[in-house]
């Protein structure tokens, strides 16, 4: 089996004031084993939701997860209880966030929290557990790494944060690591680093890597395949090679077309120059979600939703342009 992970039909919703709001809806996509996937769009496109509700993460109430099956090595997640799936994060599959200051205890030392998976799915005594860090602090690159066990977390640079935790989130050897922009908040320098210690390890243990990002550059670097998400749903799915040779979405158009040069800044701001702003989830246009913006729209856009359609060699893409049958149906 090389498929690691494989979603079907993924939908999140969230109870608000003025009913429910469908937040994902229908998303499907698979991993194979060591392969680095993106999850690329907007924000408020409905990729950090994903991947909590992958992970078990939403909270509920106001949120309801259902899916067909989110399949991990066998497993189906989606008809596991609250205990069962505890035991699976950290464990099988974990979680990086943007901002480690955010996520880290700040009145915990960095190897009482890195070591905390260890601790909750082991039975490593103590000193095995410091041991085990100081490994992981080595292996991703944290400089004087035993100079760094005790410390809180307010002591460490921005950089050695995310790199503790990676480490973190690897510390038990999961089969996923799902990395929500774990980047976004570091300078270029770091940046780069971190990316590349992230791909030294799936080179090395075969981690695999779900990689949520607002930055086609990102994906560029990275990915072996692409999901695009916009307003919820996949909008376009390519191995990463088609996805920059032949865009097929008008929006993955946009995005590209939005790619800084190496000179300019990333920022999220810059997915701007495509016109107007992602929809209102809770009152989406009718037709394709992306029409208000597209400058190929054609009457039907407006009346009827896409598909996500096969356009070969398991490129796809959500857009009336390429379904031509439906189009006429
Ligand atoms: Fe544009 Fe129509 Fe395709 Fe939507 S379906 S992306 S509006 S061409
Ligand atoms: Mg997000």
């Known amino acids: 089996r090389d498929k690691l992970l494989s979603v079907r039909n993924l939908r999140t919703e969230f109870k608000t004031q003025n009913g429910p709001v469908r937040v994902v809806d229908g998303v499907s996509f698979d991993v194979g084993r060591g392969r680095i996937v993106g999850l690329v769009g907007e924000s408020g496109s409905g990729k950090s939701i994903t991947a909590l509700s992958l992970m078990g993460l939403v909270p ?3 949120g309801t997860v259902s899916a067909d099956s989110i399949i991990l090595d066998g497993t ?3 008809r596991l209880n609250g205990d069962e799936m505890r035991r699976k994060r950290g464990r099988e599959v974990s979680m990086v966030f943007q901002e480690p200051m955010t996520s880290l205890n700040p009145v915990k030392t960095m190897v009482q929290q890195v070591g905390e998976p260890l601790a ?5 005594n103590k000193r095995a557990i410091r041991e085990k860090v100081l490994q992981m602090f080595e292996t991703v690159g944290i400089p004087e790494p035993k100079a760094r066990l005790d410390v809180y977390p307010h002591q460490l640079s921005g950089g050695l944060r995310q ?6 989130g690897l510390i038990c050897e999961p089969k996923l690591l799902i990395a929500d922009e774990p980047t976004t908040a570091l300078d270029v320098t770091t940046q780069a680093q971190i990316l590349r210690l992230m791909m030294a390890l799936r080179d090395r243990a075969g981690t695999a890597i779900i990689m949520i990002t607002h930055d086609l550059g990102i994906i560029a670097e990275m990915c072996d395949e692409v999901n695009v998400m916009y307003a919820g749903q996949i909008v376009e799915q390519a191995n990463v090679f088609d996805l920059f040779d032949r865009p097929s979405h008008p929006y993955t158009r946009g995005l590209l077309a939005s790619i800084p040069k190496a000179t300019e800044k990333r920022t999220a701001e810059r997915l701007n120059s495509i016109p107007g702003v992602v929809p ?3 009152k989406l246009p009718a037709g394709c979600r992306f029409h208000p913006r597209c400058g190929d729209a054609m009457p039907i856009c407006k009346l009827k ?3 996500l359609t096969d356009l070969g060699n398991g490129h796809k893409a959500r857009c009336w342009l390429h379904d031509k049958e439906g189009a006429k149906a």
């Open 60 to 62: 509920s109430p106001p």
């Open 76 to 78: 189906d997640l989606a």
């Open 120 to 124: 909750i799915h082991t039975g490593l």
């Open 163 to 168: 790199r503790a935790m990676i480490a973190m």
């Open 280 to 282: 209102n989830l809770a």
């Open 305 to 307: 939703q896409p598909e």
